[in-house]
């Protein structure tokens, strides 16, 4: 017997509900989150500091959040992202201490089994009731591949690899017992029980630059996280555009998703003085040339006025969009964004706990009566 899934049932809601804008919380289960910075108050990734900080996040109405699956860190002074809860016990561990937000745990599929992953992932959303999701990576830099004696395919083959994975993660899902029999794995007499919550599989994630990446993430997941343009809206549109056709074609409609960094703060002044404060005067330049060396980006290799300039943007962690701003420009950035045809964001604060407060206060407010979000007490309720 073969289940099918509905993805858009009841217990997928907190993602594919009422609120046009989706927003969720991205790496907060590593220390210092996604901001390189020595300040006292970056971020700590302990356990106690997530425990409030999703509570506080399901309460507010905020749709998912979404883990950064480090193994080890960037030294420097912080040992940047070195204090990493793994992703899918904190994701057990969130969904038993939450009641309506999505999820993810997030996967570097070549390091694990299908098999095992489809059973982890199906005691998580048994756990959450349906309010789980996967993020499926096929690579991230070869050191981490290291310690587990594995050396991290190319490119395309890391995708091949990944397109078996997944489709033997759906099969365990939603068949009583099969057979795969691939180019790279030779699967006899799969079962799992229990399956995952409610007759509907989990959420499925994937970001994705490259042509061959993009084509994995729509024929096999429901949403893809792509690069916000750090230099105009319309460099952000044309991406979300290309996207759009791409899962057309397939007959697919991908969600496109981006990832962000907000400061906001009462007056632009104040936001951006924390912000510089934060991100530059005090950035922890050590580990943030180890990262970029795990890209291959040195003196040696870019010359040093490129380097220079490289480090300046990695300053601002490693990806995603800087929002700096008031309220009122945050959201009208918000808005901006959902105009040109994105999903959602997943948003990272240099301390989640102390900032996500004010943004929820100030923010949420704002895009709600712009008609992109619905008061948290009707989210609960959809």
Request: with cysteine; hydrophobic share 40%.
């Amino acid at each position: 017997m073969t289940m099918t899934f509905d993805s858009t049932s009841h217990e997928r809601a907190a993602m594919y509900g009422d609120n046009k804008l989706k927003i969720g919380l991205f790496g907060a289960n590593l220390s210092s989150g996604r901001t390189p910075t020595t300040i006292p108050e970056r971020w700590s990734g302990s356990w106690d500091d997530n425990l409030r900080l999703v509570r506080m996040a399901d309460a507010a109405g905020l749709d998912f959040l979404l883990p950064l699956s480090r193994w080890k860190g960037y030294a420097g002074a912080t040992n940047y992202q070195g204090n990493g809860l793994e992703t899918f016990s904190w994701a057990c561990g969130v969904l038993a201490s939450t009641s309506r937000i999505t999820v993810f745990a997030t996967v570097l599929a070549q390091l694990f089994n299908p098999i095992l992953a489809s059973k982890m992932c199906a005691t998580a959303d048994q756990i959450g009731h349906g309010r789980f999701g996967l993020n499926v990576v096929t690579g991230w830099n070869d050191s981490e591949f290291d310690m587990f004696g594995i050396s991290m395919k190319d490119h395309v083959d890391r995708y091949e690899y990944a397109d078996e994975w997944l489709t033997i993660v759906k099969k365990a899902w939603s068949e009583d017992e099969f057979d795969y029999a691939g180019k790279i794995f030779d699967i006899k007499g799969a079962r799992l029980a229990p399956k995952p919550a409610g007759g509907s599989r989990p959420l499925l994630m994937n970001a994705a630059a490259s042509a061959v990446g993009q084509e994995f993430a729509i024929r096999q997941c429901d949403a893809l996280f792509v690069q916000a343009s750090r230099k105009s809206d319309e460099e952000t549109a044309a991406t979300v555009k290309t996207v759009k056709e791409a899962a057309a074609a397939l007959g697919q409609a991908t969600d496109v998703y981006t990832v962000g960094g907000i400061t906001c703060r009462p007056s632009r002044s104040e936001a951006k003085e924390y912000f510089n404060y934060a991100c530059y005067e005090n950035a922890d330049l050590e580990a943030i040339e180890e990262l970029m060396a795990s890209f291959k980006m040195t003196r040696a290799s870019l010359g040093d006025a490129e380097f220079e300039i490289r480090r300046k943007q990695y300053c601002l962690g490693y990806s995603g969009l800087p929002m700096v701003g008031t309220p009122d420009e945050i959201a009208a950035q918000l808005a901006r964004l959902s105009e040109i045809g994105l999903a959602g964001l997943g948003l990272s604060f240099i301390n989640y706990s102390d900032e996500l407060p004010y943004f929820c206060e100030e923010v949420l407010p704002r895009l709600e009566r712009m008609g992109l979000r619905v008061p948290a007490h009707e989210a609960a309720l959809a």
